[in-house]
């Protein structure tokens, strides 16, 4: 069984950084892509950033020049490098792994909460 461990959420003033933390119980070579999702209360979980095994990258618009994901292999370690944050930024944050071998699996974390408020 596949799990993923977030971790590193909490109450920041805006402007503020975080660094959230996602470790996986297997190697992270193992996954096509990992990746950071957000829900927000009341919306729709949304895409954040994703890192594909080849280490390429990926933002959605709203973080392009705040957030960067990296991810540190021999840890099974996934990063997502908060910077500059928000208020609208305040969400849960879930870690994603998508796992492709005779099916396209997806693994998901228990999600870390990240408060931006004054």
């Known amino acids: 069984q596949v799990q993923l461990v977030e971790s590193g959420g909490g109450l920041v003033q805006p402007g503020g950084s975080l660094r959230l933390s996602c470790a996986a119980s297997?190697?992270?070579?193992?996954?096509?892509?990992m990746g950071w999702y957000r829900q927000a209360p009341g919306k729709q979980r949304e895409f954040v950033a994703a890192?594909?095994?080849?280490?390429?990258?990926n933002y959605a618009d709203s973080v392009k020049g705040r957030f960067t994901i990296s991810r540190d292999n021999a840890k099974n370690t996934v990063y997502l490098q908060m910077n500059s944050l928000k208020p609208e930024d305040t969400a849960v944050y879930y870690c994603?792994?998508?796992?492709?071998?005779?099916?396209?699996?997806?693994?998901w974390g228990q999600g870390t909460q990240v408060t931006v408020s004054s």
């Open positions: 890192v594909s095994s080849g280490g390429s990258t």
């Open positions: 994603k792994g998508v796992l492709v071998s005779t099916a396209v699996y997806d693994y």
């Open positions: 297997r190697s992270i070579f193992s996954f096509n892509t």
